[in-house]
């Protein structure tokens, strides 16, 4: 198979450029790593712009981004609902209303806090099954992102796997989570910077905007208009089914539970610039549509095989490669130079994804599992010295899963699926930990085990055998995460009910009315709460345009 | 575990981001200047390379300088 793109050694440069830099950067953090806190949470010393940046950028990988160009090009500007309202509320939610829990209680990770909050038991829970599907969600990336080069420039899967390995180990060894955030910082700039030309050759070559308006379906343009019904649209989803499944639970589940980023808030340097970060994260975050949702327009005006308007993909037979569609657009628009660029945007996000993931495993692989129950009190120096080499093992057992993944490629599915059983449920259990004192320790944890399991419930049970129907699989997906959400909360209520409760001191800190009210910022830019009123009007504005 | 809180470390990230897109936007300016111009059929025959190459250079610029004053008004 020949590489659908071919780079020159101006491509070769710039892309040796940005691998050279990252060793580099990692190399040069070293002397700053003295303690477990600097390698694992930088010291809790980062200013507000750093973190928002590498908040926003841990879920910029490249998967995300080939596969929303993928989903614009099919859906058309519905995409929009991931970044809009599956994302922006929550990310103000954080900032504004659980921020000051997480920082204040100077807990070094999110299974630490279900610990002081609920019990050992609910942490082991997490910790557990956060670690191993970090390390096996980074495994699958590095495969996918293996697969593209391949596809891409005809790199051999073997050495696209060693080479982003290889950087990441490096970096991560050297400067833990200080490398890992400054990497999604220069990452977030590349991916910018790389994929903005495809936009403005793109827009250029339809005849700007109006000429991209007229050459896709009109239904590609509205982004609530379709939603009246599941379908109307594409996606096979109702307003119901995005508002619930996708607007609350999958995305607070995430955006306010999920270590990979809320570890960035974390580094802050105080609670203000904590709380500042997912809410500053949020307005490139709103933006990120410009060169994902664009690209994939572009590609059904522009190239042949995803027309739809004309026709081509109804009568065609063949259902195009949605995902290649991001790729098909750097080969028919970019002139060598701004391409390297392009794809090394896209090389970044590949490594700092899977840096994020080593590093949220071995803070809590160290913390949470070694530090709590394999040897516990040990002097810091030592935890220190077990996160460099959880460091190794995790990216030995994410190049590990890579290859189990290449002989089996179904299961990459399955493991994603899998992933949203414990994602989904656990914004109930920090929901009703954090505003609702009489929740018990018990009831924490048998809420999010019932959640878990209903999840599983309703995929293995109820909507594989085909008992309950849905429109599409997205549509399944979002409401099982809703059902598996309110298995969680109910189940957390009634055990909470009949089980012994926590002395209210024992909360203190960590509970919603037995913690003192942050004191926010002194200036009003400096305050949160005045970001997160222009960031919820922005993102109303951009739904209401968009209508 | 020690605590190292309020202790301001680790370098200035605006420096090895600034040196990167510098290097990057001299890149590509000088390819866009020098190089052939057969690679901007694909572009409608905008060289883009100019044009990015001048962009990185200014956003490399804003960072360098502004890693730079922030230090002189430290000391």
């Known amino acids: ?547 | 575990m020690e605590s190292s809180q309020g202790r301001k470390h680790l370098f200035d990230l605006k420096i090895p981001l600034g040196s990167l897109l510098g290097f990057y936007g001299v890149l590509l300016l000088l390819y866009g200047l020098l190089g052939p111009a057969s690679v901007y059929t694909k572009s409608f025959n905008v060289n883009v390379n100019i044009i990015w190459g001048i962009l990185m250079i200014l956003i490399a610029s804003a960072f360098l300088a502004s890693s730079y004053l922030g230090r002189s008004t430290k000391h």
């Open chain 1, 1 to 547: 198979m020949t590489p659908v793109i071919s780079m020159n050694f101006i491509d070769y440069t710039i892309l040796a450029a940005y691998v050279i830099i990252t060793i580099v950067v990692g190399y040069a953090l070293k002397k700053y790593m003295k303690t477990s806190e600097d390698f694992f949470l930088s010291g809790r010393s980062l200013p507000s712009w750093i973190t928002s940046l590498a908040f926003l950028s841990a879920n910029l990988g490249a998967l995300e981004v080939i596969g929303m160009v993928a989903n614009s090009a099919k859906y058309g500007i519905l995409t929009v609902h991931f970044y809009w309202i599956g994302a922006i509320p929550a990310m103000i939610f954080l900032g504004i209303f659980m921020m000051p829990f997480y920082y204040s209680s100077r807990v070094r990770s999110v299974p630490e806090y279900l610990k002081l909050r609920y019990n050992e038991a609910t942490r082991g829970l997490n910790a557990l099954s956060f670690a191993i599907m970090t390390l096996l969600m980074s495994g699958i990336s590095m495969y996918a992102m293996a697969l593209l080069f391949e596809l891409m420039l005809g790199w051999s899967l073997t050495s696209s796997i060693l080479l982003s390995a290889i950087v990441v180990l490096i970096y991560v060894f050297f400067g833990g989570l200080s490398s890992s955030i400054y990497n999604e910082v220069i990452q977030f700039f590349l991916i910018w910077l790389g994929l903005l030309p495809v936009v403005y050759i793109g827009l250029h070559a339809v005849g700007g905007f109006e000429g991209l308006v007229r050459r896709i379906p009109a239904s590609f343009m509205h982004a609530w208009q379709p939603m009246s019904s599941a379908a109307n649209n594409p996606m096979g989803v109702d307003w119901i089914g995005v508002v619930l499944g996708l607007g609350f639970v999958l995305s607070f589940g995430y955006w306010t539970t999920d270590f990979l980023v809320v570890q960035r808030a974390m580094a802050s340097e105080d609670l203000a610039a904590a709380r500042r970060t997912p809410l500053v994260a949020s307005f490139p975050k709103m933006l990120v549509p410009i060169i994902v949702v664009i690209p994939g327009l572009l590609a059904v005006a522009l190239l042949p095989q995803f027309k739809i308007a004309s026709g081509a993909v109804a009568q065609g037979g063949a259902t195009p490669d949605y995902n290649s569609a991001l790729i098909l657009m750097f080969a028919h628009y970019l002139p060598n130079g701004i391409l390297g660029l392009a794809i090394t945007g896209l090389l970044a996000s590949f490594m700092s994804g899977m840096a994020g993931n080593v590093t949220a495993f071995n803070t809590v692989w160290t913390y949470d599992i070694y530090g709590s129950y394999i040897k516990k009190n040990m002097p810091d120096q030592h935890y220190l010295k077990m996160g460099k080499y959880a460091t190794i093992f995790g990216v030995l057992f994410s190049v590990g899963t890579a290859y189990i993944v290449q002989s089996f490629p179904n299961l990459m599915d399955y493991m994603q699926l899998i992933f949203t059983f414990f994602n989904a449920p656990l914004f109930a259990t920090f929901l009703l930990g954090m505003f609702w004192k009489k929740a018990t320790p018990w009831g924490g944890f048998f809420g999010l085990l019932s959640g878990i399991l209903a999840a599983a419930f309703h995929y293995f049970v109820l909507y594989r055998p085909g008992i309950v129907h849905y429109p599409s699989e997205m549509a399944a997906n979002f409401y099982q995460a809703w059902w598996a959400w309110c298995a969680d909360f109910v189940v957390t209520i009634v055990v909470s009910l009949f089980t012994a409760k926590k002395e209210e001191s024992a909360l203190a800190g960590l509970v919603y009315g037995l913690t003192p009210r942050p004191h926010s910022g002194s200036t009003l830019f400096r305050k949160p709460e005045f970001w997160a009123v222009v960031s919820l009007v922005m993102m109303v504005a951009l739904n209401i345009i968009f209508w």
